[in-house]
């Protein structure tokens, strides 16, 4: 009896073997305990882009037709996993995950990238553009490039410049119709000192502050004003932190740009990082057309949960006013070709 019950272990012990080895049983997916594709014969590469802004915003729209068009091409090898509203970190944090490679890409206003390439500061200078198009027409010509190859020069790629819109004044406070309008006024401004120095010009108290405190600040009267395209007080509802009134200035055109990790760059074998960079540099131009067909409809949003759009602005005050900040510009050649380039 005991002799059978030895066999019947030794039977069941061979059966369990000879079912792991016709792969019944579960095994990394490579060396490194990656995923592998449905085939199940290559490594799928799963990508983080991260941004600040919400998952409806145009940011995020971007972001999911691209990663569709990747995964569609490489046959689901590379995945794109998104993380808006700054989930994976607020914008410096994340242009700084760039060049570290915690994470794989970005879409960005430039104001943080200004902190590796000082150049880009000529973009948030006010009142720089004529009009969206002729803006495009320089970001994307020869003076885009070569800022593309600063930024290259700090393990990012850039891929395609995007945009966030025209940046406009908002407050609890009152209607903003002229410059001294905005005197004495706690505006919060990003963490940009051309921005800080053109709204001291405006006679405005400037506080810098990553967004994600910006609207805690707002909420509490920290601060008054801010300073945003309208997508942006639409989609964060800045009617609900008392902001009573919003003055379509157009101070500066917003800048975006999608970058690229150059470590994430590396890692990706070659078929599969052209793809990824064919259609980070497709996004931009698709990103831009979302925010024109947008920019109306929250100013419409806007209008309609109460708050006070003042559209009948003169500009001319706002752009002398802060005309002295040009001076204070490093590449003052590099600047002379963008305004020369609008002629």
């Known amino acids: 009896m005991k002799k059978w019950h030895v066999v019947s272990l030794m039977f069941s012990l061979s059966l369990v073997l000879l079912i792991a080895a016709c792969g019944g049983g579960s095994e990394p997916a490579s060396d490194e305990g990656g995923e592998r594709n449905e085939a199940g014969n290559e490594e799928v ?39 808006p509203n ?42 720089l553009f004529n009009d969206r198009e002729t803006a495009v027409r320089v970001l994307e010509g020869e003076i885009g490039e070569e800022l593309f190859a600063k930024i290259r020069e700090h393990g990012i790629i850039p891929l395609s410049w995007g945009e966030n819109g025209f940046r406009h004044i908002t407050n609890s406070i009152r209607p903003v119709h002229t410059p001294d309008d905005l005197k004495g006024l706690k505006i919060r401004t990003q963490e940009n000192e051309i921005h800080l120095a053109a709204f001291r010009e405006l006679g405005a108290q400037p506080t810098p502050m990553a967004w994600t405190e910006a609207l805690t600040a707002l909420q509490q009267g920290v601060v008054d004003a801010q300073e945003n395209p309208a997508i942006v007080a639409d989609q964060f509802n800045l009617y609900d932190a008392g902001q009573k009134y919003m003055s379509l200035t157009g101070h500066v055109y ?29 996004v931009g131009a ?44 490093q590449y003052q050649d590099l600047l002379e070709r963008v305004l020369n380039a609008q002629q």
């Open 86 to 127: 700054s989930q994976i970190g607020a914008e410096r944090e994340l242009v700084e995950g760039l060049t570290l490679g915690t994470v794989d890409l970005v879409v960005t206003s430039t104001a943080p990238v200004t902190n590796f390439v000082p150049e880009l500061g000529v973009l948030d200078l006010p009142f």
């Open 286 to 329: 698709y990103q831009r057309d979302l925010i024109v067909e947008m920019e109306q409809e929250s100013l419409e949003k806007l209008k309609e949960q109460g708050m006070e759009i003042i559209e009948d602005v003169d500009i001319t005050p706002f752009r002398d006013a802060m005309a002295p900040v040009y001076s204070t510009y």
């Open 254 to 282: 917003s800048v975006a740009v999608y970058l690229l990790s150059e470590e994430t760059y590396n890692k990706l074998p070659e078929d599969l990082r052209q793809i990824v960079v064919e259609e980070g540099q497709k």
């Open 45 to 83: 590469f799963v990508l983080r882009a991260g941004h600040s802004l919400p998952e409806d915003h145009p940011y995020e729209l971007g972001f999911q037709r691209m990663a569709e068009n990747v995964e569609q091409r490489t046959d689901g090898r590379v995945k794109i996993e998104t993380y």
